[in-house]
């Protein structure tokens, strides 16, 4: 899509509740080797995945990169129990790096998809008491695309900033006609849409200082984001049986919807790699401003006017839904990289193996009230491995590298308790895991 | 196109299998509408929306990525924009009023890159990404009722995200392949309007938005020591459509039900289209490009369906195929030693797909057509300013003249002015 363009066109136009999510990137980690340590990669970041972890990192290569890979990430999850039907996130993971000089300073350009083949975007929106699970339900379901822009200022210190691409609509779609009162399916309806996409630009910007060539310092920031929905639906016309006298006239049943479909919380990442001998370790510690996130719910207007049978219309008027009371969250990743091979075959091979650790702190307070936002701790481990190959001949005058992952997810189990006994909902507890795997090779020019 | 054309081994084979495995790898989420309707590029738009046997750079993307190849290492950021002054005669009365659509101005980013490969596939592989973007928008659905007049061809075309990623290779013989795609979202889901544990009304949906893909395919050969170059683009027909299924089971709580109700249609679409061109340099500074493309309009459908099973039967647009010709010229002036200038121009024949005046309804019940569209003849001119040396820029700024031909409803016309600042890296 466009791009995905059309995801939230239509879909925008008559939802509900809705639920709080980020995107896959935040969810799963963007690339092989930064998933597989961790995504302590703040420090770390010199390829195309630094468009998500910390765009300074873009400026450090001065060859042209192209970063290709796919990834998988299965959520197998439960609600008291009960399997969940979340879906798999996987796609394509591409990314182009380019570096340049302009008037002496060194810079570079570059641009990072993650494109699930599934769909490009899911919205599954689910009633506002029905307990699900809060980051799991859309967050994988999204494309990712940045842009950054990032130089290198002085004696290894980076500076780089960019723009990640969202949406939001914001329209009317009209009905107009007759609605048939004995069989609802002979109603002879035409409809008119006028609904935008409108474009979400938010900004994430980052600095690296090489103190030493083996000791990196980051810092980074992630603008936060609301994918807000604000959508009409409205029909007009007569209530009748076709070839009889209409019984009502000029009746109308207008909804006005606005929620907040998506949110990602402001981040601030700081990380430090050092490199010890053939080791190098890293470490990243996220805040993430989760207690900002509004109700993830629709606030729904209704005007119904039906003529003769106003009387009997018992729709409840809405009323806002409560502030969620999400909880800030500190979460702590460290990734280790040993070299255990170089120069192997003549100088030909050399391989690294990875592994990592991150502890996601849930943010969704207790649910005793009338939300049945499900969620519980996430503690993340990944391994992976990678292969440089050099010397390739005429053809490929660089190193190749090729890297794979697979990380295991935690998510222990989590109990949930009504204050209410009458509560429909009950309690209820959540618990599970998710599976990755990936891989990525990385073209150095 | 000036550059050499270097060693041709025996190599071809593999060329063509890499070129198919690099145009399959090259998705790219897109409606094109912004390119169908004013070209991609400075260089390409000031000359006609040409670019089949001569454009390189990003713009070849969309042009013909089988130049790909040659696309150096740049990176390009310009602007568009574009007014409308159309009136709509009313078949009933005469009279005649404006109809509006929003101005075209949006961002245009590019970059482009030859793959430094060694061996035998030196200077032989290049890829570009291409981005179009609205000012504030990414994509706008405007379905009126249909009794209410509107123009498909021109009517909020530009108002939607383009990007397009695409790789050519060059092989032997003078010849060259490129391919790219666009990446095109079709929306399908159900919702369902009920109320929640607590009589609330709110809704339980399920909406995917998949992906299809539409090909750009093109071939190239250059020849006569670059007097002479020949392509040839094809591009799949592509639409950004949606289908949604909406039942309300609101129970007691309304006195009436509500039937299935369907949102159903496109919100954009370009049609197939196939396109040859000749560009010839009878002197090295004087280029002229000739182009003929056949676009499959007959294609077309009424861009909304039925929204209720017993709903009226909708218009049929009864569009045609049509041929579109284009000619353009470039011609360079060396700047001392410090730059290029080129003077650009083109003329283009846009022959209007809608017939005039609209279709006649196949059955009695059926409302009859209500769009319009008129031939256009569409003058483009432009400069490209290169600088040489320690700041290796380019300056392209295109302007285009689109006036509507005769027509018994429609008529106006309507302007583009635009400027790409390029950086070699």
């Given at each position: 899509m466009s791009a995905w363009a059309w995801l939230l066109t239509l879909c925008g136009a008559l939802l509900g509740a809705t639920s709080a999510r980020a995107n896959p990137v935040d969810a799963f980690g963007l690339g092989a080797r930064a998933t597989a340590l961790g995504s302590a990669y703040s420090a770390v970041a010199d390829d195309t995945a630094a468009a998500y972890y910390n765009p300074a990192g873009l400026a450090r290569s001065t060859d042209l990169r192209v970063d290709l890979g796919y990834q998988l990430a299965r959520p197998v999850l439960n609600v008291s129990g009960q399997p969940q039907d979340l879906m798999d996130s996987r796609g394509l993971i591409f990314g182009v790096l380019l570096p340049g000089r302009l008037l002496g300073l060194r810079f570079a350009f570059g641009v990072t998809l993650f494109l699930p083949d599934q769909q490009a975007t899911r919205i599954r929106v689910l009633s506002f008491d029905r307990p699900r699970l809060q980051l799991f339900e859309n967050r994988p379901q999204r494309m990712f695309f940045a842009a950054n822009l990032a130089i290198h200022i002085y004696r290894g210190l980076y500076l780089g900033g960019g723009l990640t691409f969202m949406s939001r609509s914001k329209g009317v779609v009209y009905l107009r006609g007759r609605v048939a009162l004995s069989d609802p399916e002979q109603s002879a309806l035409e409809s008119s849409v006028d609904v935008n996409l409108l474009a979400i630009r938010y900004p994430q910007v980052g600095l690296l200082f090489e103190a030493t060539k083996d000791l990196s310092f980051s810092l980074v920031y992630r603008h936060k984001f609301l994918l807000e929905l604000e959508q009409g639906f409205n029909i007009r016309g007569d209530i009748g049986d076709e070839g009889q006298e209409p019984l009502v006239k000029g009746a109308r049943f207008e909804q006005v919807a606005y929620s907040v479909d998506l949110f990602q919380p402001w981040q601030i990442v700081a990380g430090a790699a050092a490199r010890f001998s053939s080791v190098l370790v890293s470490f990243d510690l996220t805040y993430s401003r989760w207690s900002e996130q509004p109700p993830p719910a629709a606030r729904i207007t209704l005007n119904v006017d039906i003529g003769r049978f106003n009387d009997l219309v018992k729709l409840v008027p809405s009323r806002p839904y409560p502030d969620p009371g999400f909880f800030d969250t500190l979460m702590p990743a460290v990734g280790v990289e040993w070299r255990a091979l170089s120069n192997a075959l003549s100088g030909r091979l050399a391989l690294d193996l990875r592994g990592g650790y991150r502890f996601e702190p849930s943010p969704v307070p207790e649910q005793d009230g009338e939300s049945s936002f499900g969620d519980s701790d996430r503690h993340i481990v990944s391994l992976g491995l990678g292969v440089e190959l050099s010397r390739l001949g005429q053809v490929l005058k660089k190193p190749l590298a090729i890297d794979v992952f697979g990380a295991f997810t935690h998510l222990p189990l989590r109990r949930f308790k009504k204050l209410d006994p009458r509560s429909l909902v009950g309690d209820f507890t959540v618990g599970g895991q998710v599976w990755q795997v990936g891989g990525q090779m990385r073209w150095r020019f | 196109?000036?550059?050499?054309?270097?060693?041709?081994?025996?190599?071809?084979?593999?060329?063509?299998?890499?070129?198919?495995?690099?145009?399959?790898?090259?998705?790219?989420?897109?409606?094109?509408?912004?390119?169908?309707?004013f070209g991609l590029g400075g260089r390409v738009s000031a000359m006609a929306n040409t670019g089949a046997a001569y454009a390189t750079g990003f713009d070849a993307?969309?042009?013909?990525?089988?130049?790909?190849?040659?696309s150096g290492r740049q990176l390009t950021l310009g602007t568009v924009y574009g007014g409308y002054g159309l009136s709509l005669r009313s078949p009933q009365d005469g009279s005649i009023s404006p109809h509006l659509i929003d101005p075209t101005a949006g961002l245009i980013i590019g970059g482009s890159f030859t793959l430094p490969l060694g061996g035998v596939l030196k200077d032989r592989i290049g890829t570009a990404l291409a981005l179009y973007t609205p000012f504030g928008l990414i994509n706008r659905a405007q379905d009126p009722f249909p009794d209410v007049p509107r123009a498909p061809v021109l009517d909020g075309r530009s108002q939607v995200v383009s990007v397009l990623l695409g790789a050519g290779v060059r092989l032997p013989g003078g010849f060259s392949v490129g391919g790219g795609a666009l990446a095109l979202a079709a929306l399908v889901g159900t919702i369902t309007i009920t109320p929640d544990g607590s009589g609330r009304i709110t809704s339980i949906s399920e909406q995917q938005l998949t992906v299809d893909y539409a090909p750009i395919l093109g071939v190239r050969w250059q020849g006569l020591g670059d007097r002479l170059a020949l392509g040839a683009v094809f591009r799949g027909a592509s639409r950004s459509s949606y289908r949604l299924t909406v039942s309300t089971k609101l129970g007691d709580a309304l006195p009436i039900e509500l039937p299935l109700i369907y949102f159903a249609g496109s919100a954009q679409y370009d049609p197939l289209q196939l396109g040859m061109e000749a560009a010839a340099r009878l002197r090295p500074s004087l280029l002229l490009v000739a182009q003929l493309t056949w676009k499959h309009w007959s294609a077309y459908e009424y861009p909304v369906l039925p929204a209720t099973q017993s709903a009226a039967?909708?218009?049929?647009?009864?569009?045609?195929?049509?041929?579109?010709?284009?000619?353009?010229i470039e011609k360079t002036l060396a700047l001392g030693g410090w730059g290029e200038l080129s003077l650009r121009g083109g003329y283009q024949f846009e022959w209007s797909p809608a017939p005039d005046p609209p279709a006649s309804p196949p059955k009695p019940e059926s409302r009859p057509s209500n769009l319009h569209d008129a031939d256009r003849h569409i003058v483009s001119a432009g400069l490209g300013l290169r600088f040489i040396g320690r700041l290796p820029l380019t300056l392209d700024v295109f302007g285009q003249g689109h006036i509507l031909g005769p027509h018994s409803t429609l008529s106006g016309?309507?302007?583009?002015?635009?400027?790409?600042?390029?950086?070699?890296?």
């Open positions: - | 196109m000036r550059r050499a054309l270097g060693r041709m081994g025996p190599t071809w084979p593999r060329l063509c299998g890499l070129s198919l495995v690099l145009a399959s790898l090259s998705p790219s989420p897109a409606a094109a509408s912004l390119p169908e309707l993307a969309y042009a013909n990525p089988a130049g790909l190849w040659q039967m909708l218009p049929v647009p009864g569009f045609h195929d049509t041929l579109v010709p284009r000619l353009a016309g309507l302007g583009v002015l635009g400027a790409v600042l390029g950086y070699q890296l």
